[in-house]
């Protein structure tokens, strides 16, 4: 689980920090920083499979990303993770320091540091990773490793001792960070781009949804054809809110896959132009959260778009009782509403810099009690504002 985010000079996260748990809730107003923390996510996640150009051509350069266009300032960013190994659970802390000057993006400082929570236990610098792990090959650790712990072969050794010379002897740090950095995905779904036909019918084995699940029906075609069991289980969750949706069915036409939805009153089979945006978009969200692999991060923008407000229910529900940590933005009262005090992020800006607070639950939730209201309204109307000397 990704604990923690400090970033430097990321975009508008000029010198950022915030806390994730299970499930974050990211509100603040339009312009606010929020997809920019989404997107910090999203280029670390890259970092650990394209190269480091193609990271920033996708942002249009170095200067689109650096705070305020400053080219002679360096981007850092570190993560914090929780994961476990051999049942034990261990914080990786990674950190990155990437410089632009001279239009040459380079990394000045890679490292990560093992603790058990107290103690820190190894430490490797000058890791040389991001940015250069291309199709899974993990260039081999710098052998500076620096294990806390000694280890006298006369002596007998405890399991914390032994898991760690297993950390070093096989070199697990690279695979649990690809891991963790690889199991990070976004979306942002706009169903006009899911509706269109997809110019494709070849079923990769290991085939993903694109980020903006544009090819949602192909994918739905291989669910059907690989994981008949979780494809009906899509299909029932859908049909079980919007009531009358009977049937959905990937279907392939010549050299093009169509998702084809069944009304329960007509007796045939829509193309996708006769579906509302809200079902397409409801039907990606539970595609998403139903087939992607536990343990790992999903990050969604704005996810009340199209969706009824007496469905986003179902969808905050969905999302929390995932395998997933979520981290989501919003600024929805509605979405707001079905949410708790303690799993909001208060993201705000001044003089272009972005930060991050947390609201005290049990002040919103005696407010709520003495006057009313939902947690979107209040929401709405104060901005969860800071208590004097907060």
């Known amino acids: 689980m990704l604990k923690g985010l400090k970033v430097k000079n990321f975009k508008s996260l000029e010198n950022f920090e915030v806390e994730f748990e299970k499930f974050n809730v990211l509100v603040g107003r339009n312009n606010s920083g929020k997809s920019n923390v989404i997107d910090c996510l999203k280029f670390l996640s890259e970092g650990f499979r394209d190269p480091i150009e193609k990271i920033f051509i996708r942002r249009g350069g170095y200067k689109e990303v650096v705070f305020g266009g400053n080219e002679e300032n360096d981007v850092e960013i570190g993560v914090e993770f929780e994961l476990n190994f051999e049942k034990e659970k261990f914080l990786f802390e990674y950190h990155v320091k990437i410089s632009g000057k001279r239009d040459v993006r380079e990394i000045i400082e890679e490292k990560v540091e093992i603790t058990d929570g107290k103690y820190k236990m190894v430490e490797i610098p000058n890791l040389g990773w991001f940015g250069k792990i291309v199709y899974g090959n993990i260039p081999s650790i710098v052998r500076q490793s620096i294990p806390i ?218 407010e709520i009690g003495e006057y009313g209201g939902t947690l979107g309204e209040i929401y709405y109307s104060d901005e969860f504002k800071k208590e004097k000397g907060e």
């Open 149 to 366: 712990y000694s280890y006298d072969p006369d002596k007998p050794r405890n399991n914390k001792e032994l898991l760690i010379g297993k950390l070093l002897r096989k070199e697990t740090v690279g695979m649990a960070l690809l891991s963790a950095f690889q199991n990070i995905y976004t979306y942002k779904i706009i169903p006009q781009n899911i509706k269109t036909e997809y110019s494709s019918v070849f079923v990769d084995k290991y085939l993903l949804l694109d980020e903006g699940c544009e090819n949602l029906a192909l994918f739905l075609l291989k669910l059907s054809q690989q994981d008949k069991k979780r494809f009906e289980r899509t299909k029932e969750l859908l049909s079980g809110v919007v009531d009358d949706i009977e049937d959905i069915s990937p279907t392939v036409e010549g050299k093009h896959v169509y998702l084809k939805v069944k009304d329960k009153n007509f007796d045939k089979y829509f193309y996708p132009e006769s579906i509302s945006d809200g079902t397409i978009s409801l039907l990606s969200y539970i595609t998403i959260i139903e087939t992607i692999k536990e343990n790992t991060i999903v990050c969604f923008e704005e996810p009340e778009n199209y969706i009824h407000m007496r469905l986003l229910e179902f969808l905050v529900d969905l999302m929390k009782n995932s395998g997933s940590q979520v981290i989501l933005a919003t600024h929805s009262p509605y979405f707001i509403d079905r949410c708790e005090p303690d799993e909001l992020i208060i993201i705000e800006k001044e003089n272009g810099k972005t930060t991050a607070r947390k609201i005290d639950p049990e002040r919103i939730k005696r």
